[in-house]
């Protein structure tokens, strides 16, 4: 009937005919209304805004066709404060996208919620790492998130709000924590089944580039943009005294992996240098035929003779992010700025290799990693802000 809803900032919506305003209807959201849909056959309207839950309100309300009379839903999310984005309506539900990375179906008739969708909401994701022994993983990412995914149900199990961007992550061997490296400095170790605070620190002022826990359980190293690598003994319990670091660091660290021992860490630099340190002293390792008889117990670095075909013909430095080769060792997968996953046989000794590759990202692929049985590869993503689980057969 030549009619216009506007959803205003301060919660107002304007119910215009042609371009006169003929009603005003006041605090239809006690905040912004960032969302309006209609649909023709009944002529409801549904607004979704900004709003603390109460009895009476919500951020997602129902009204009439005049606006008169509404019913508003409460999300089961468990937020102080609702923020809804979009909204869409049919056969009797309301589908519900919020601020927070969220898709909730709601039902009309009992006003009942469902979480639908639970994921990352903004930024990139560079924080991967997959349980040593269930098929589960974690993500951290610069929303300040970290999220603890089913790999055979592809759904949330958990999540925990760090308070600052987080930028990498790693699993204990046991499988019992998580140590999450900051944007500011900042790490910290969570016990996995209850996503609880075992200790923190942070004792460099940039970003946390990569952090590993050795296979003895024993050492946590922890690699910054600070051109360092801090060691740490988890046996001395929370107060996580620095122990040893490692010296000569030519630039920012990439990429770590403890040797099979725990006596040895290989690094990738920003100077596109891979370089062996000793754990804990940190004093880097020359000899070439010492450096050639270690058995890595993982392999995620973009350098070094056995993975020099990951890298594409005229690639610059920094067009490959991200690699890990299988636990079988028998193939290695990267992921570059082109948003391409690569296959590969490993080791990777020629240039240029034959490979296999797999679309699915609208940006720079940042991180990647094989499941704890090699049947899946995870894979995170840049602008995108996405994860894909790929199965391999």
């Not at 005919?17 to 003929?22: E, G, M, P, V």
């Not at 006041?26 to 649909?39: E, I, S």
């Not at 400095?185 to 016990?191: D, P, R, S, V, Y």
């Not at 040893?244 to 920012?252: A, E, L, V």
């Amino acid at each position: 009937n030549n009619l216009t809803f506007t959803g205003a900032i301060n919660g107002d919506v304007y119910v215009w005919k042609d371009h006169f305003l003929i009603r005003l209807v006041a605090k239809a959201h006690t905040g912004p209304v960032f969302t309006m849909y209609t649909t023709l056959r009944d002529g409801l309207i549904v607004t979704g805004g900004k709003e603390r839950p109460t009895k009476e309100g919500g951020a997602v309300k129902l009204w009439d066709q005049e606006m008169k009379r509404c019913r508003a839903f409460q999300l089961e999310t468990g937020q102080l404060v609702e923020c809804v984005r979009s909204v869409c309506r049919g056969k009797g539900k309301i589908l519900v996208g919020s601020k927070d990375g969220e898709i909730l179906e709601i039902g009309e008739k009992n006003g009942a919620s469902n979480l639908l969708i639970d994921s990352h909401m903004e930024g990139e994701i560079w924080g991967l790492a997959t349980h040593p022994s269930k098929d589960i993983f974690i993500s951290a990412s610069n929303d300040g998130t970290a999220r603890i995914w089913d790999l055979c149900d592809k759904k949330l199990l958990n999540k925990v709000n760090l308070g600052h961007a987080a930028r990498c992550a790693a699993y204990s061997p046991d499988g019992e924590m998580v140590a999450i490296g900051m944007k500011n400095g900042e790490f910290i170790i969570l016990l996995v089944n209850s996503l609880k605070v075992w200790g923190k620190k942070r004792d460099r002022k940039s970003a946390i580039q990569d952090i590993r826990i050795s296979p003895d359980n024993r050492f946590l190293a922890v690699g910054s943009q600070e051109h360092t690598v801090d060691f740490y003994d988890l046996t001395q319990g929370t107060t996580l005294n620095r122990i040893g670091y490692c010296k000569d660091i030519p630039s920012f660290v990439i990429q770590m992996d403890f040797s099979a021992d725990s006596k040895y860490i290989q690094v990738s630099t920003g100077a596109y240098k891979r370089q062996v340190h000793e754990v804990p002293l940190g004093k880097q390792v020359t000899d070439t035929s010492h450096i050639g008889k270690i058995t890595w117990a993982t392999w995620t670095s973009i350098l070094g003779d056995e993975v020099i075909g990951i890298w594409p013909r005229n690639a610059d430095k920094a067009d490959v992010n991200c690699a890990c080769v299988s636990h079988a060792g028998l193939n290695i997968v990267s992921g570059d700025d082109f948003g391409l996953v690569k296959l590969f046989d490993f080791p990777c000794t020629e240039k240029f290799a034959k490979h296999k590759r797999y679309f699915g990202h609208s940006a720079h692929v940042t991180n990647i990693r094989f499941s704890h049985d090699d049947k899946y590869v995870i894979s995170t993503g840049g602008d995108d802000c996405s994860v894909f689980v790929w199965r391999c057969l």
